[in-house]
């Protein structure tokens, strides 16, 4: 099975200040199409999650030109250049690329 | 989009249950669907998928053998149902579009004596 690991696991932020999460999977997440299905979900306390970013670094509709994603093969990054107090919630990557999907632990991004 | 989940009750262990999920929005026929669910205060976890025919149907070591998914592609609805259940099957269970674009409110099932 595919393992994906977060770090970190808690992200304490001040307002206005850039946030980085890191994801790593123990395998390659590209697939035999050439794309990566390596997603950021984002999921707001008392919320239902929240679909922010798709294969790697494609934004959803409606998401924040602040979050980013990159990376490419094992290793992927999530930014915020600028938190906001809308962003507290827990983070999850979530690769689609290899049976069974999986989720990275998550990390919490709180505010200071 | 909407994804509407039901069905969630509180249910004693070695119960059955079967959830819902109705769809809108989308052509769901066109479409694979999943169930992920989280367990209260803990991360995601992928329970099962079904291809957008129905032919092709994956579930997760955890509940393989006591779920069963299905659809009803005429009524834009997703099941899973649920047997065996265990206290470790407590969980809101959400369903989810391809790649978690959408995602449901979540039904919570709670197994407990």
């Known amino acids: 099975d595919f393992v994906m690991t977060q770090s970190p696991l808690s992200l304490p932020v001040t307002l206005g200040q850039p946030a980085s999460i890191s994801c790593r999977s123990n395998q390659s997440l590209v697939y035999t199409d050439g794309n990566t299905y390596l997603n950021w979900i984002q999921q707001r306390p008392g919320q239902s999650p929240r679909r922010l970013i798709s294969?790697?670094?494609n934004r959803d509709s409606g998401v924040p030109d602040r979050f980013s994603g990159s990376g490419s093969g094992t290793d992927f990054t999530l930014k915020i250049s600028r938190v906001e107090a809308e962003d507290v919630g827990v983070y999850y990557c979530?690769?689609?690329?290899?049976?069974?999907?999986?989720f990275g632990g998550g990390t919490k991004v709180e505010i200071k | 989009v909407q994804l509407v989940e039901s069905g969630g009750v509180l249910v004693k262990p070695g119960g059955s249950l079967r959830l819902s999920c109705a769809a809108s929005?989308?052509?769901?026929?066109?479409?694979?669907m999943s169930w992920i669910r989280q367990a209260p205060g803990k991360g995601l976890e992928w329970v099962s998928y079904i291809s957008a025919g129905g032919d092709n149907i994956y579930y997760a070591d955890s509940v393989e053998g006591r779920f069963t998914i299905s659809r009803d592609n005429a009524k834009n609805t997703l099941y899973l149902r649920m047997n065996s259940l265990r206290a470790e099957d407590t969980a809101v269970y959400y369903c989810?579009?391809?790649?978690?674009?959408?995602w449901g409110q979540g039904t919570l099932v709670a197994v407990s004596s």
């Open positions: 294969k790697v670094s």
């Open positions: 979530m690769q689609g690329t290899h049976w069974p999907l999986s």
């Open positions: 989810a579009t391809p790649g978690g674009s959408h």
């Open positions: 929005g989308f052509t769901f026929s066109d479409y694979y």
